[in-house]
């Protein structure tokens, strides 16, 4: 394995290897998991049709599934299977898939397109998403407790439910609004090192504590040891902060075509990103060192984690 | 005991003696269960002061508190205590919760008012009201999971979140909605016994489920017997129904000073309720009808089921 910190140049003979390998993995992942979420979302008579089929556009849209890359894989390198995984690895993409559905609602962040389609509330009507949303949650809940062995239903609806919670992700979203709608108004003026803690506590809440609960829950279905548990934790802080910075660094700069989503949104808004108060350069720095530090974190896995040290240098060299 | 389908009349003495007894059995309730959903509430810092104050707002507002009721006696009647039901008690009331903010919300039944006071939305913003309300769900989950035995964590989150989802309370909101939105438009054209079994779909699923759910992980955390389980889910389905026919009534007749809440909103939206279709006359009889199956389903319990066996007749008998 090359140096992670050195990360690969767009377009040269490494950077096409890296892309390989990772999408490879991820391909695997979306073939193994499309189905399960199909099935997951295959509801009684009771489920009205226009809310299934609502659920079924949040969780169905094509996504790269990285969170339940990250469960599946997680659960491999701990000794266990993809097979073992596959509820954990539904149950987060449903958390994502509704908080994807709230945060594009008008009254949140507005937004028309996600993932190269109608957002929910544009494909179907805003009570409608609110409920998908509403609906998807519980979802991720029972596919735990009635899928994992009763040992482990109980920890693994703990561990999501506090990613979920307003200490984690809701609550990294509420700031994140508080501080573009001026509640918090004071944040442009402070120093640029306050306003890096800031905006790494947002994202820490808003998307690295379900990428954390991702991994936690594949150790977990796997029957992994603490010291597994712990390696992948501070893999997964170091790699969603890293992702975050990638995400912010794309939102500057890449096209809606890429995206498939509306972009330079941040900025529009006048929004705290790490290209803005940072600059691209020293984000592309941070981004670099973060992956270093996740790819050291489960380096004790050996060659079994190759393919999530692959997805954390990935994950900052990507174009989408 | 007297016959159950003789309901008393509205300030008999029988009536009062009636009031009494619920009155008392909720006022404990109220004082156990307050202090409970406080510290639930009590977050970190990670969780941002206004969301927050929103879930305290939805959580702590003055309520009957019903499903920690049903959960609540329903463990002490099969040999548990309240304390081993408490966070059975207080998810149940999180979940009901939450569902209201959102039912409030503009995209829905766009209320002002609730429990005599401004409903979230209107007290904080709509985003906030949102976020509120997801991330009241997740607290529910972990509430459970975190408080109960782990051999019985795992059981309690799938029966709470099946109650809470597409196929239960989510989907009932969402039937309902369908039918006031006009999506679904031969409602109002189809035989009365339809309108019938059309309501009691909704309403089972709407309010029953959770009804259901609170007397289901009070049992569970009592480590009360299938015989147990079964007996309260008669009676659970019995009440459920029953309480919202008589929802339905005082929708109908009731005053807003009396119920805290906007009333006439069903007549005015055109929406089907049981006086509507049934008449109050027919309405009236088929509540105490489910009354007496309630009473009936939970007799085996003898003397210790009293109170809710109380509770199930105050509920067709109350003015609020």
Redesign the interface.
């Known amino acids: 394995m090359s140096n992670p910190t050195d990360l690969p140049k767009s377009g040269t003979p490494e950077a096409t290897e890296l892309d390989g390998t990772v999408q490879a993995t991820l391909t695997a992942v979306q073939e193994f998991i499309g189905p399960r979420l199909e099935a997951a979302t295959t ?2 008579d ?3 049709p ?3 089929a609502a ?1 079924r556009h949040a969780l169905l849209a094509p996504g790269k599934r990285l969170r339940p890359a990250l469960a599946l894989e997680a659960a491999r390198i701990c000794g266990g299977s993809w097979e073992q995984a596959a509820p954990a690895a539904v149950a987060v993409e449903m958390i994502h898939a ?2 994807l559905v ?1 945060d594009d ?1 008008p ?2 962040d507005d937004d028309d397109l996600r993932r190269g389609r109608p957002t929910c509330h544009r494909a179907f ?4 998403a ?2 998908c ?3 998807l ?6 596919t ?3 899928e ?1 062995p ?9 561990v ?3 990613a ?5 992700l ?2 990294g ?3 994140d ?2 501080a573009e ?1 001026g ?1 918090i108004t004071d944040i442009a003026d402070r120093p640029t090192v306050e306003q890096v803690d800031w905006m790494e ?1 947002v994202h820490r ?1 808003k998307t690295g504590c379900l990428f954390l609960a991702a991994l936690d829950l594949g150790c977990l279905a796997a029957d992994g040891t603490q010291a597994h548990r712990d390696a992948l934790a501070a893999y997964g802080r170091a790699f969603g902060l890293a992702f975050q910075i990638a995400d912010d660094l794309l939102d500057a700069e890449g096209t809606e075509a890429d995206m498939g989503k509306r972009v330079g949104k941040d900025a529009d808004r006048g929004k705290l990103t790490f290209p803005t108060v940072l600059g691209s350069v020293a984000s592309r720095e941070r981004a670099a060192e973060l992956t270093a530090e996740a790819c050291a974190a489960i380096a004790p896995f050996g060659e079994p984690a190759d393919s999530l040290i692959a997805l954390a240098r990935w994950i900052t060299a990507r174009r989408k």
């Open positions: 509801l009684s009771d489920a009205p226009r809310l299934v659920m509704y908080s709230h609602l009254a949140m009507d805003e009570a409608t609110i409920l949303g509403d609906a949650q519980p979802l991720a809940f029972s735990l407790a009635t994992l009763a040992t482990t239903a109980g920890e693994a609806c703990r999501l439910a506090l979920a919670g307003a200490e984690a809701v609550g979203q509420a700031d609004l508080a709608r509640w506590r809440r």
